[in-house]
């Protein structure tokens, strides 16, 4: 069974950094994407960051493409998210998903298929 459990949420000021992981375990294929969403209040969920792990390929939404760094430490199965000159509008709780699968998934932010609990992250003053 795949588990996702995210960490690393927190409060920070505006201009400040976190990072996120993302620890999975339970896969039966190596040929999987793992994906960061997030959902603000009253707005709906969207794609941030997202990266295959046939290739490495990786995909950033627009608003935070240059702020925001997905990786990944394959001996650890874990997924990172940095998040540098975080900006109030970055509130929201993340989520980190993944489903079998390719780069298509990513160049898409496709729906996946198995997800965490969600860590919250607050950019405030």
């Known amino acids: 069974q795949v588990q996702l459990v995210e960490s690393g949420g927190g409060l920070v000021q505006p201009g400040g950094s976190l990072r996120l992981s993302c620890e999975a375990s339970g896969f039966t294929s190596d040929y999987y994407v793992i994906g960061w969403f997030r959902q603000a209040p009253g707005k709906e969920r969207e794609g941030v960051s997202c990266?295959?792990?046939?290739?490495?390929?990786?995909s950033y939404a627009e608003s935070v493409k240059g702020r925001f760094t997905i990786s990944r430490d394959n001996a650890k199965n874990t997924v990172y998210l940095q998040m540098n000159s975080l900006k109030p509008e970055d509130t929201a709780v993340y989520y980190c998903?993944?489903?079998?699968?390719?780069?298509?998934?990513?160049?898409?932010?496709?729906?996946?298929?198995?997800w965490g609990h969600g860590t919250q992250v607050i950019v405030s003053s």
């Open positions: 990266i295959s792990s046939s290739d490495g390929y990786t």
């Open positions: 998903a993944t489903a079998l699968g390719g780069r298509d998934y990513c160049e898409n932010f496709l729906p996946l298929d198995y």
